[in-house]
């Protein structure tokens, strides 16, 4: 998992791999179900409450609406407790589900890694309702963009059904 940051990221086509979650309220998040609704947007953050990760998520936050009129459900994911979740999502009113991977084996799944062991990885995955990963967007440094990039994409999707 630690490496030099060279994330081995799946890859657009790739099956996604499927997980179970705890999120902020201690509540099971499973993929699998997740994606019975429609295409969902899964973000892998370094950490809560950090400059970057805070803009990012309330980025999410303020287009939540348009993912939303997209048909897709945003899931955050970083290896913070449940707890953390819960300060965080309530400090920032998060609307969406934040999932705490605390052994970082979906992390790990995804091929989300830290750069030399340190600064976790920071990848965006577009997954549509087959389970199939439409798009990857990985940007340590520019955490909002993340959110206009997937947002691009689900319209691109939605506009092809």
Same mark, same amino acid.
Request: a negative charge; aromatic letters at 10%.
């Given at each position: ?25 201690? @509540? %099971? ?43 897709? %459900? ?10 953390? @979740? ?20 979906? @992390? ?54």
């Amino acid at each position: 998992m630690f490496g030099l940051g060279f994330s081995k990221a799946l890859t657009v086509g790739s099956s996604a791999p499927l997980f179970a979650l705890p999120d902020q309220d201690g @509540h %099971q998040v499973v993929l699998a179900d997740a994606l019975k609704v429609g295409p969902v947007v899964v973000y892998f953050y370094p950490r809560d409450d950090t400059p970057g990760c805070t803009a990012q998520a309330c980025k999410f936050r303020d287009g939540y609406a348009d993912f939303s009129d997209a048909g897709a %459900q945003v899931l955050g994911i970083s290896a913070d407790t449940v707890d953390s @979740h819960k300060k965080f999502a309530e400090r920032y009113r998060l609307p969406f589900r934040l999932l705490a991977d605390t052994d970082d084996a979906v @992390h790990t799944a995804y091929g989300v890694q830290a750069a030399l062991g340190l600064i976790r990885g920071r990848v965006t995955y577009v997954i549509d309702s087959t389970g199939v990963i439409r798009h990857v967007f990985e940007d340590r440094l520019h955490a909002t963009a993340h959110v206009s990039d997937a947002l691009q994409v689900l319209r691109t999707l939605k506009a092809g059904q």
